[in-house]
Nanobody
């Protein structure tokens, strides 16, 4: 699976951004998809995940109620709508994929390049 993320940028605290990830390379609808992030000086952390059919989702506690993950199996895309952004959301965001939903929230196999999100206070 090849993953291409886009949509990062600079936004003020309280604002919104929408990240998108275009997937290619194999049957898109059979893999789970998600997002990780890495802030400067920290390890990568799980943000959100969605199952292959879109029926299962999971979120990190830090983003619950603010971020929403969705997927379009026709367009082979996964999106992350980020609202009420905080300076601590500043990070490089990575689109990820794995055939196992459980594995994807811990150590996904496929990684895309990151897209930088910067939230100013």
């Amino acid at each position: 699976v090849q993953l291409q993320a886009s949509g990062g940028g600079l936004v003020q605290a309280g604002g919104s951004l929408r990240l998108s990830c275009q997937a290619s390379g194999r049957t898109f609808s059979t893999v789970g998809l998600g997002w990780f992030r890495q802030a400067p000086g920290t390890e990568r952390e799980f943000v959100a995940a969605i199952g292959s059919s879109g029926g299962s989702t999971a979120y990190a506690d830090s983003v619950k109620g603010r971020f929403t993950i969705s997927r379009d199996n026709v367009k082979s895309t996964v999106n992350l709508q980020m609202n009420s952004l905080k300076p601590e959301d500043t990070a490089v965001y990575y689109c990820v994929a794995d055939e196992s939903f459980g594995q994807m929230v811990r150590r996904p196999w496929y990684w895309g390049q990151g897209t930088l999100v910067t939230v100013s206070s």
